[in-house]
C-alpha cells in the first residue's frame, strides 16, 4: 500500500464522531453536512486500509485499529491548534459560562481549570454548581456554554467516564441494621435518587426517606449526624465514612455516566472550544 498522509480534516470529523458518538451530531461540530462527515471517514479509512468504525444499527463502535488512533488523532490536532496560536499570536478572550455539580468540581474540574487559567488569561469563566439535573436544561437553552454532567440518556453530550456509586455511613451509628433503612437522597429528578432506590427494590430491602436535600453538604451532614445512610458519588464520599456493601445488607449501585454537555449556541467561541477540548483530553485521560 502506498502510504497517504493524513489530512486535518479527516481527523477532525474521525475525533468529532468519536465524541458525539454519531455522524449526524458530528456534522454540527465540525460545520459540514452528515454525508460529508460520512465521505471524510471513508477517505480516512481509504488511506490506512483499516477500517476505524463499526457501524452498528444505534451507534458507533471504535475498531482497535480506531482506537490506536484516536490517541494520535487527538495529539495532531492539538500540535496544529498550538503551532496556529504560537505564529498568529492568538490570544483567546471572552467569557465561558461553565456547569459542574458539587460532588464533581474539586475533584475532577479543579485540576483541568488550573491547566486552562494560566494559558488563557484573557477568559473568564462563570462558574455555576448545581444539580446535573438542573444544569442539562440550561446548557440546552444556551443558558450555559459548557457542564460537566452525570448524564441523563446516552445521546447526552459527550461521555468522559463512569463514576461509581457507593452506600455510606456513619461509623457510630449501625443504621444499616435498621428495618426500614433511613435514607438520605437527592431531588426528584436526580439519577443517585433513582439508583439508590432502584437498589433497594431489587434486593426487596424496606426503606423510608428521612432526608431530602440537592445539596451535598446536606447530605454528608445527614449521615455524620446519624440520621440516615446515602448513595454518593465515590469521588465526592468523604474518608471517615464507612462504605457499605453486601456485609451490610445492601447491593450494588449504578456507576454515573459522566459526560461533558455544550450548547448549541456556543459553537464557533474559540473560548469555549479550547475549554471543551480540554475537558475531554484531561478527564479521559485521568479517568
Same mark, same amino acid.
Given at each position: ?35 460529508? *462527515? ?26 482497535? +485499529? ?7 488523532? #487527538? ?18 478572550? =471572552?467569557?465561558?459560562?461553565?456547569? $459542574?455539580? +458539587? +460532588? ?45 454532567? &452525570?448524564?441523563?440518556?446516552? #445521546? #447526552? =453530550? ?26 438520605? $437522597? !437527592? ?18 430491602? #424496606? !426503606?423510608?426517606? *428521612? !432526608? ?10 445527614? $449521615? ?18 464507612? *462504605? ?6 445492601? =447491593? ?5 455516566? $459522566?459526560?461533558? !454537555?455544550? &450548547?448549541?449556541?456556543?459553537? =464557533? ?19
Amino acid at each position: 500500500m502506498n502510504a497517504q498522509d493524513l489530512q486535518i480534516d479527516w481527523l477532525k470529523c474521525f475525533v468529532a464522531v468519536v465524541d458525539t458518538g454519531s455522524l449526524s451530531s458530528a456534522a454540527g461540530e465540525v460545520h459540514r453536512s452528515q454525508s460529508a *462527515v460520512s465521505m471524510q471517514i471513508k477517505k480516512l479509512e481509504d488511506a490506512l486500509g483499516r477500517r476505524l468504525l463499526d457501524r452498528g444499527p444505534r451507534k458507533l463502535q471504535l475498531t482497535a +485499529d480506531g482506537q490506536t488512533l484516536l490517541g494520535y488523532a #487527538r495529539r495532531m490536532l492539538d500540535l496544529q491548534a498550538e503551532a496556529q496560536a504560537a505564529v498568529l499570536g492568538e490570544e483567546l478572550t =471572552g467569557r465561558v459560562r461553565l456547569g $459542574v455539580p +458539587d +460532588d464533581y468540581a474539586a475533584r475532577y474540574l479543579t485540576p483541568v481549570l488550573k491547566r486552562f487559567a494560566p494559558k488563557h488569561s484573557g477568559v473568564e469563566i462563570e462558574l455555576n454548581c448545581e444539580q446535573s439535573t438542573s444544569l442539562i436544561p440550561r446548557v440546552a437553552s444556551g443558558d450555559l456554554d459548557l457542564a460537566l454532567i &452525570s448524564r441523563d440518556h446516552a #445521546r #447526552r =453530550g459527550t461521555l468522559l467516564f463512569h463514576e461509581p456509586m457507593v452506600w455510606v455511613g456513619s461509623t457510630q451509628f449501625e443504621l444499616w441494621r435498621r428495618d426500614p433503612l433511613p435514607i438520605a $437522597v !437527592y431531588e426528584d429528578t436526580s439519577l443517585a435518587r433513582r439508583g439508590a432506590i432502584e437498589s433497594l427494590a431489587q434486593q426487596g430491602r #424496606r !426503606y423510608k426517606v *428521612v !432526608y431530602n436535600s440537592s445539596s451535598l453538604a446536606g447530605q454528608i451532614a445527614a $449521615v455524620e449526624s446519624g440520621l440516615a445512610v446515602a448513595a454518593l458519588t465515590q469521588c465526592s464520599a468523604p474518608a471517615h465514612l464507612q *462504605v457499605l456493601g453486601a456485609s451490610h445488607g445492601l =447491593g450494588p449501585l449504578s456507576p454515573m455516566e $459522566v459526560a461533558v !454537555y455544550r &450548547s448549541r449556541e456556543s459553537r =464557533g467561541n474559540k473560548a469555549v472550544d479550547s475549554l471543551h477540548s480540554l475537558l475531554i483530553k484531561t478527564l479521559r485521560l485521568s479517568a
